[in-house]
T-cell receptor
Framework: GAVVSQHPSWVICKSGTSVKIECRSL??????MFWYRQFPKQSLMLMAT?????????EQGVEKDKFLINHASLTLSTLTVTSAHPEDSSFYIC???????????FGEGSWLTVV | QKEVEQNSGPLSVPEGAIASLNCTYS??????FFWYRQYSGKSPELIMS????GDKEDGRFTAQLNKASQYVSLLIRDSQPSDSATYLC?????????????FGQGTTLQVKP
């Protein structure tokens, strides 16, 4: 079964609205989770590192005020795309590090379409 | 130069053949290397991880790492049509920050019946 779960699997929203995507670690505590974005036919691009109880660390070029990350508990990280635009339409994927410290599990991904 | 490079393909092999997927990376300090398989519209799933030079075998899959050449490969023996997917090479080049992966662009594999 899934070790890391994302919700929703897909979402359609209107331009200008905000969308929240949840990433949950199941049966383990993930102090650190990662958020990736993948455009069609392209690879995964790391957006940010989500740290439980502290601010997220964003990769260069990723707008922290647009992509809000909250990691309020050891099993939940959320990504909120604020004032979404069509160019934000993408496949968003989170990952968490298993308690062995090495194995990385990905969530099922969330398709966002902004119309 | 990209940090992790793969040939985007498509790589086409007949069923039962060996598929060879290659990946090079630029950061000599990289510690951990992963191969993921991604079906269209789905999230990546881990196939193999490798941390030291040499070969690592798991069923039909063999990962090979050569840190001196900054090269990692994945061999798939007895390829099946169900192996048709995009294979992503990922590297962790930040010691102490497990999980922060840099991905290659992926190689599309087509296994023809």
């Amino acid at each position: 079964g899934a070790v890391v779960s994302q919700h929703p699997s897909w979402v359609i929203c209107k331009s200008g609205t905000s969308v929240k995507i949840e990433c949950r670690s199941l049966d383990f505590q993930a102090t650190t989770m990662f958020w990736y974005r993948q455009f069609p036919k392209q690879s995964l691009m790391l957006m940010a590192t989500s740290n439980e109880g502290s601010k997220a660390t964003y990769e260069q070029g990723v707008e922290k005020d647009k992509f809000l990350i909250n990691h309020a508990s050891l099993t939940l990280s959320t990504l909120t795309v604020t004032s979404a635009h069509p160019e934000d339409s993408s496949f968003y994927i989170c990952s968490g590090v298993w308690q062995d410290g090495n194995t990385i599990y990905f969530g099922e991904g969330s398709w966002l379409t902004v119309v | 130069q990209k940090e992790v490079e793969q040939n985007s393909g498509p790589l086409s092999v007949p069923e039962g053949a060996i598929a060879s997927l290659n990946c090079t990376y630029s950061d000599r300090g990289s510690q951990s290397f992963f191969w993921y398989r991604q079906y269209s519209g789905k999230s990546p799933e881990l196939i193999m991880s490798i941390y030291s030079n040499g070969d690592k075998e798991d069923g039909r899959f063999t990962a090979q790492l050569n840190k001196a050449s900054q090269y990692v490969s994945l061999l798939i023996r007895d390829s099946q049509p169900s192996d048709s997917a995009t294979y992503l090479c990922a590297v962790n080049n930040r010691p102490g920050n497990t999980g922060k992966l840099i991905f290659g662009q992926g190689t599309t594999l087509q296994v023809k019946p």
